[in-house]
């Protein structure tokens, strides 16, 4: 089972949720951070990396040599990575999505792929959770590929946890997409509600079964709970806030190891998730 | 003109809260939401939306089944795995490169510019506002932050505006990248934790990597005394300016809930003082104050 953690607004708790759920789980779990532009996991997982490994995506090298300036891949590439100026090519790597589309209709055969970094894949583990993330290399604009390589890493038996970046566009869909069942989190503030209904509309595109858990729980107004009994969509857990927990947070330190009763809390929650998601699977 | 972006890396540290509560002591200025994927500078500043225009993002690619041979060289070509076996292109997968388009023998595939979101230009108490939403699961954020960042200043040069701050979206990624470009000064506001001094530590190499002048403003600084000395050491041995710290104050929850900033909710609050001290020395920035 793969349960994706995620919230729309930055900042409401998903990596302390992801976190915290995975080191209170007894059996095999692995957490997947895959908010590769600000990977935060490891910072409170603490996990031995075993292997690194430098992530590219392909990009176009054109052999000059061959090249007779047909002008095919320029207006083939619909992103503008490639430019023919008299006898020269210029490739704008930054810009290529990795498409071949280039490569594929060169009539010379002159083009060739080598690659682009977008960061590096980092794998470990600590405590029997199996631990990978992926770091965006500062400057690179495409957080897709990697959170795609990221997400490679599933383990193919045992419960799988993802740390998803915030917002709704292309990153968190290539997070969420695929997995039974998504966290939402949030917090009771205007923000987190204007959020959380974009989440909501993403995750409805992806057809996942999902559930909100409401950290700050206390502050704010009442509208994230109406909204949830108007959507149907049920509250999992709710944290209230609690200074303690936030200057734990600071430090680094997961609060389910320091309090059993939060451990029984996220071990509940993991279950409550599981029957969810059968649920959802019987209703298919 | 100037332009003021507020960044953080991490997402939560207060970039919507200050930049409103900003706007307010600027005065005369002209606001920019680059958060395209999560706005919510509009839940503090209300703004009377004047013109909505569609944003145009690339194209996505659509089998005409009548045309359709079945011959299967879109699903070999296609890199992202968008075409189904039954032909059915998935809106989500699809990248928008058109491989399949040029590729098909039977020219059987269109590709129809996508309306991807909306931008606005509006008006709001502290000024006019540029901002923009893009659709729910779309690609090209990046692209819609430079338009709207174009328009901002655009619209700031027609209306005489010197100045215009700027809402930005968290991480280090495609938006964030459109939203520094040319910006006169960064802010990062950060927070004393384990998570908020390693993104600031991103957001600052970004905005190195891209030649951006920066300074920092620590948001929470009291939650971790010890991580806000840590901040300042770092800014300091990067000889990047501290514009302040402001404390942590449930104000913030309370002004939001109004739909107001902190300015006008509690504007003789500690919060406030400290936000009016940031913003000042933020205006006194060598960055802001070398005429451009």
């Known amino acids: 089972m793969i349960i994706s953690i995620a919230s729309g607004k930055g900042g409401t708790g998903k990596t302390t949720i992801a976190t ?60 503008k990575a490639i430019a023919v100026v008299g006898e020269m090519v210029l490739t704008f790597p930054e810009l290529c999505h990795s498409c071949g589309g280039c490569m594929a209709i060169c009539p010379e055969g002159a083009i060739s792929e080598t690659g682009r970094e977008l960061g590096v894949l980092e794998t470990g583990a600590r405590k029997g959770v199996q631990f990978s993330h992926g770091r965006l290399r500062i400057g690179e604009a495409m957080a897709p590929p990697l959170i795609r390589r990221v997400r490679d890493c599933t383990l193919e038996n045992g419960l799988t946890l993802i ?11 290539a997070a969420m997409k695929n997995t039974d069942f998504v966290v939402l989190v949030t917090e009771p503030t205007p923000f987190g509600l204007h959020d959380l209904k974009l989440a909501v509309e993403a995750v409805k ?34 944290i209230p806030f609690d200074r303690k927990i936030a200057e734990s947070y600071s430090r680094g330190e997961l609060f389910a190891l320091a309090h059993p009763e939060w451990k029984a809390r996220f071990i509940k929650l993991a279950e409550e998730i599981e029957t969810l998601t059968q649920r959802g699977a019987n209703k298919k | 003109m100037k332009e003021i972006v507020i960044l953080s890396g991490k997402g939560g540290t207060g970039k919507t809260s200050l ?49 359709c041979t079945g011959c299967g060289t879109c699903i070999d070509m296609c890199r992202w795995s968008a075409i189904g076996p039954d032909f059915v292109v998935n809106e989500i997968d699809c990248e928008g490169c058109g491989v399949c388009v040029d590729f098909c023998p039977e020219q059987a595939i269109d590709f129809p510019t996508k309306i991807c979101g909306q931008w606005f230009i509006s008006d709001t108490r502290c000024g006019p506002m540029v901002h923009a939403r893009l659709g729910i699961a779309e690609e090209n954020s990046g692209k819609l932050v430079t338009l709207v960042r174009h328009e901002a200043r655009r619209l700031a040069e027609e209306r005489g ?52 002048p920066v ?29 302040g710290r402001i404390p942590f104050d449930s104000t913030f929850t309370l002004a939001m809930v109004e739909g107001k900033t902190l300015m006008e909710f509690d504007g003789s609050g500690s919060a406030a003082k400290q936000i009016e001290n940031v913003w000042s020395a933020i205006l006194n920035t060598p960055a802001m104050t070398t005429s451009n």
């Open chain 2, 19 to 67: 930049t409103a509560s900003f706007a307010i002591l600027a005065e005369k200025c002209l606001l920019c939401d680059a958060d395209v994927d999560a706005a919510d500078l509009h839940l503090l500043m209300q703004p009377h939306i004047n013109k909505q225009t569609d944003f145009q993002g690339g194209g996505v690619a659509q089998i005409v089944t009548d045309k």
């Open chain 1, 20 to 79: 915290n759920l995975a080191v209170s789980i007894d059996g095999p779990v692995q957490l997947l951070d895959c908010d590769v532009e600000e990977p935060n996991v490891h910072l409170f997982l603490k996990p031995e990396i075993e292997k690194t490994q430098i992530i590219t995506t392909p990009v176009p090298e054109i052999d000059l040599e061959k090249c007779n300036q047909c002008k095919k891949c320029m207006e083939i590439c619909r992103f």
């Open chain 1, 205 to 238: 595109i992806l057809q996942i079964p999902m559930g909100f858990v409401i950290n700050r729980s206390d502050i704010g107004d009442d509208k994230v709970r109406a909204y949830a009994e108007a959507e149907g969509i049920p509250i999992l857990m709710e």
């Open chain 1, 163 to 173: 740390d998803a970046p915030p917002g709704t566009s292309c990153p968190v869909i």
């Open chain 2, 215 to 243: 300074v920092i403003c620590i948001n929470k600084f009291d939650l971790n005394t010890d991580n806000t000395l840590k901040i300042e050491k770092m800014a300091h041995e990067e000889e990047i300016p501290v514009v």
């Open chain 2, 161 to 212: 505006l010197q100045l215009i701050i700027t809402d930005g979206p968290p991480g280090v990624g495609c938006p964030v990248i459109a939203s520094v470009g040319g910006a006169t000064c960064v802010v990062i506001v950060a927070e004393p934790t384990v998570s908020g001094i390693h993104d600031m530590a991103r957001a600052m190499e970004l905005c190195r990597h891209f030649k951006v």
